[in-house]
């Protein structure tokens, strides 16, 4: 049980990663967006 658990944190620390990758691009994407239209 101990490797399962360990996978499920692994996948999941992935996921969040993801997330913050994913959020950090919109963010910049988005900046870009209003400075550009300013």
């Known amino acids: 049980m101990d490797t399962l658990l360990a996978l499920e944190i ?3 620390a ?3 990663l993801a997330g913050l990758g ?3 691009v ?3 994407v988005v900046g870009g967006l209003f400075k550009g239209q300013r």
């Open 22 to 24: 994913m959020a950090a």
């Open 26 to 28: 919109a963010a910049v």
């Open 10 to 12: 692994f996948f999941l």
């Open 14 to 16: 992935l996921v969040v």
